[in-house]
């Protein structure tokens, strides 16, 4: 009669290549119409900051109602639980679905 032994498989854990940021810098954040986004999106901190809508440390995003980050009028400004605003779901353009 055989013995039956039972044993543990381990998966080869792969190793992640190290994420190059100079790279994503160069292909990405350096781009100029992303340079100008960003600059808009602090800007609407800004200006909800100066409204004393959300504090420096306070947890809270920006929300652009609209999707687009360039547009800073104030009605399409509000402030967000950070959990809130980056959980809700996007279409295959990252636009907000209505």
């Known amino acids: 009669m055989t013995k039956v032994t039972k044993t543990s498989v381990t998966p080869s854990l792969a190793k ?6 100079r790279k994503e810098y160069d292909n990405y954040h350096a781009d100029s119409t992303q340079k ?11 200006a909800l900051m100066t409204s004393g809508s959300v504090r ?3 947890g809270k995003d920006v929300d652009h109602t609209n999707g687009n980050p360039m547009d800073n009028r104030a009605n399409n400004l509000k ?3 950070k959990s809130t605003n980056r959980s ?3 279409n295959k353009k990252a ?3 209505k």
């Open 36 to 46: 100008k986004k960003r600059a808009s999106r602090n800007a609407a901190r800004g």
């Open 95 to 97: 636009g907000k679905l």
């Open 16 to 21: 992640k290549p190290k994420r190059n940021y």
């Open 79 to 81: 402030a967000k639980p």
């Open 56 to 58: 420096k440390g306070d």
């Open 88 to 90: 809700f779901p996007r």
